[in-house]
């Protein structure tokens, strides 16, 4: 009789404030089952729901939606006094808490993935670990705890890889270094590379699916124009362009203390430790004096525009890349003063001459008002209206501007929403597209935001699609991810570009 009044006893008060319920995401001592039995039936029914009913639209809808806690006739019936309850309750709760604190603090000193992670992760996926895994990590828990459930099971499984190291071997689907398909590849740039007046025309052709980590460095100075086709006047030209970058260093740098370029040069001394904080190459001092003299040289000899922040992301590609050509191992961990004081000279002239070929392409971004990024902002939501009428209207009904969002993205090149080595792979194929950074961006970009359209539509408050536009989770993709969003962007710049006004209604 006993036992079956304390069956009914739990039955009833399950809901009860404070009764034992399994908590997610907390270590608890195993509860026991026949108490448990019908909690699980409960929330067994519950789960049946589906998702979008469970989402209340308003305050009001989830009020009424909501069963209270304090039931009248569960005050009325039970007995809070009685000995059984007090002395189960109170001995559950206090090995519950007791065991929550010990995993906690066992946690706080050895920070630790847990066993089950990592057994998740197929065989054939090698986990790479580096400098800046714990601190990804530590925002992949807070993302998870911030962002919906539904939003963190879109993305797959990924093994750990690094946010530069080996730029051409990474693709987030693991797949090997090195193909026979990429062996072929590599053999025919280096013999377009090595011809003695290289075609650039077949160059771009074989560079746009990407180039190979070997060859890169070579390549991008021809695709850029700094370096000439022919093969012997490279050597010439590169010594008499950064011996005149070096020229430009004696000639300006001095003045960086003089009251009228006080400012550029403090804005850039304030920005640099900002550029790529998780990498620990940007945090080298010796690295950071380097972008100080190019952004600075740079703003002096561009007066219309001078130094814009954003400007601070456009050297890191290219520094990352030439420095590739003498290191072998992880870029991103690697100390700059084991470089001979020539290789670093080399290095930094290179990805001088090379950040203005493009800057010269894209200098309207950066001249009073930018008036380039208002007219590429304004293209871009005219293409989206075209393409995806059901995201623009859902811009429009929450008053989402596209300027709040996709100015960055203009501004940048998207080098804030993806990681550094997708932006390089990016790279690959905008200098093998005419005006690519002026003119297929604005395609890469439309392609980029239909990519998400799922979780656009899924935010229904103007607060959560900037917060979702402006945090996109990408942290893991690679050359697969860029390869399929490159790809959408030629579809659409097929269907567009030659068609100006299918951009109007």
């Given at each position: 009789?006993?036992?079956?009044?304390?069956?009914?006893?739990?039955?009833?008060?399950a809901?009860?404030?404070?009764?034992?319920?399994?908590?997610?995401g907390?270590?608890?001592?195993?509860?026991?089952?026949?108490?448990?039995k019908?909690?699980?039936?409960?929330?067994?029914?519950?789960?049946?729901?589906?998702?979008?009913?469970?989402k209340?639209?308003?305050?009001?809808?989830?009020?009424?939606?909501?069963?209270?806690?304090?039931?009248?006739?569960?005050?009325?019936?039970?007995?809070?006094?009685?000995p059984?309850?007090?002395t189960?309750?109170?001995?559950?709760?206090?090995?519950?808490?007791?065991?929550?604190?010990?995993?906690?603090?066992?946690?706080?000193?050895?920070?630790?993935?847990?066993q089950?992670?990592?057994?998740?992760?197929?065989?054939?996926?090698?986990?790479?670990?580096?400098?800046?895994?714990?601190?990804?990590?530590?925002?992949?828990?807070?993302?998870?705890l911030?962002?919906?459930?539904?939003?963190?099971?879109?993305?797959?499984?990924r093994p750990?890889?690094?946010?530069?190291?080996?730029?051409?071997?990474?693709?987030?689907?693991?797949?090997p270094?090195?193909?026979?398909?990429e062996?072929?590849?590599l053999?025919?740039?280096?013999?377009?590379?090595?011809?003695?007046?290289?075609?650039l025309?077949?160059?771009?052709?074989?560079?746009w699916?990407?180039?190979?980590?070997?060859?890169r460095?070579v390549?991008?100075?021809?695709?850029?124009?700094?370096?000439?086709?022919?093969?012997?006047?490279?050597?010439?030209t590169?010594?008499?362009?950064r011996?005149?970058?070096?020229?430009?260093?004696?000639?300006?740098?001095?003045?960086r203390?003089?009251?009228?370029?006080?400012?550029?040069?403090?804005q850039?001394?304030?920005?640099?430790?900002?550029?790529?904080?998780?990498?620990?190459?940007?945090?080298q001092?010796l690295?950071?004096?380097?972008?100080?003299?190019?952004?600075?040289?740079?703003?002096?000899?561009?007066?219309?525009?001078?130094?814009?922040?954003g400007?601070?992301?456009?050297?890191?590609?290219f520094?990352?890349?030439?420095?590739?050509?003498?290191?072998?191992?992880?870029?991103e961990?690697?100390?700059?003063?084991?470089?001979?004081?020539?290789?670093?000279r080399?290095?930094?002239?290179?990805?001088?001459?090379?950040?203005?070929?493009?800057?010269?392409g894209?200098?309207?971004?950066?001249?009073?008002?930018?008036?380039?990024?208002?007219?590429?902002?304004?293209?871009?939501?005219?293409?989206?209206?075209?393409?995806d009428?059901?995201?623009?209207?859902?811009?429009?009904?929450?008053?989402?501007?596209?300027?709040?969002f996709?100015?960055?993205?203009?501004?940048?090149?998207?080098?804030?929403?993806?990681?550094?080595?997708?932006?390089?792979?990016?790279?690959?194929?905008?200098?093998?597209?005419?005006e690519?950074?002026?003119?297929?961006?604005?395609?890469?970009?439309?392609?980029?935001?239909?990519?998400?359209?799922k979780?656009?539509?899924?935010?229904?408050?103007?607060?959560?699609?900037l917060?979702l536009?402006?945090?996109?989770?990408?942290?893991h993709?690679?050359?697969e991810?860029?390869?399929?969003?490159?790809?959408e962007?030629y579809?659409?710049?097929?269907?567009f570009?030659d068609?100006?006004?299918?951009?109007?209604r």
């Open positions: 009789m006993a036992a079956e009044n304390s069956k009914q006893f739990w039955k009833r008060s809901k009860l404030p404070g009764s034992i319920q399994p908590v997610y907390a270590q608890h001592p195993p509860l026991d089952p026949r108490l448990t019908n909690f699980i039936k409960e929330r067994s029914k519950v789960n049946t729901i589906p998702l979008k009913n469970k209340a639209s308003s305050f009001h809808e989830f009020a009424r939606n909501t069963s209270d806690a304090w039931d009248i006739g569960d005050d009325e019936e039970e007995d809070f006094s009685s059984s309850f007090q189960l309750n109170s001995k559950v709760a206090l090995a519950t808490a007791a065991q929550v604190l010990e995993n906690h603090s066992k946690l706080r000193v050895k920070p630790e993935r847990s089950s992670t990592t057994s998740d992760v197929p065989a054939n996926y090698k986990v790479i670990k580096s400098s800046s895994d714990a601190q990804l990590s530590r925002n992949s828990s807070d993302s998870c911030r962002n919906p459930l539904h939003k963190q099971q879109s993305l797959p499984l750990i890889i690094p946010l530069v190291a080996r730029i051409s071997d990474q693709n987030a689907s693991g797949a270094p090195m193909t026979v398909r062996k072929t590849r053999e025919k740039f280096r013999q377009l590379l090595s011809s003695h007046n290289t075609d025309d077949e160059l771009r052709k074989c560079s699916p990407g180039v190979p980590r070997e060859v460095p390549t991008w100075r021809l695709l850029s124009g700094y370096l000439p086709a022919n093969t012997e006047r490279r050597k010439l590169l010594q008499r362009k011996e005149e970058y070096f020229g430009f260093i004696e000639q300006y740098y001095d003045s203390n003089e009251e009228h370029h006080q400012d550029t040069y403090r850039i001394h304030i920005d640099i430790p900002r550029t790529n904080p998780l990498i620990p190459l940007f945090q001092p690295v950071q004096e380097i972008f100080e003299r190019i952004l600075f040289i740079w703003a002096i000899r561009h007066p219309a525009s001078g130094y814009v922040q400007i601070n992301d456009l050297v890191t590609p520094f990352v890349v030439f420095l590739s050509e003498y290191v072998e191992e992880d870029v961990n690697f100390d700059v003063t084991n470089l001979s004081q020539d290789m670093l080399s290095i930094e002239a290179d990805s001088f001459w090379c950040m203005s070929k493009l800057l010269d894209i200098q309207d971004n950066y001249t009073f008002a930018q008036p380039g990024i208002q007219k590429k902002v304004k293209a871009l939501e005219e293409l989206v209206s075209r393409i009428e059901q995201v623009h209207n859902h811009f429009r009904r929450y008053e989402v501007e596209y300027l709040q996709a100015f960055r993205w203009m501004n940048n090149l998207l080098m804030r929403e993806l990681p550094l080595r997708c932006t390089i792979r990016l790279w690959d194929t905008y200098q093998s597209e005419p690519g950074f002026s003119h297929f961006h604005l395609y890469v970009c439309a392609a980029f935001l239909i990519k998400w359209r979780e656009i539509l899924d935010e229904e408050d103007f607060q959560g699609l917060m536009l402006q945090n996109l989770p990408t942290i993709w690679g050359n991810e860029i390869g399929l969003l490159l790809a962007a579809r659409l710049k097929y269907m570009a068609a100006p006004n299918h951009y109007r």
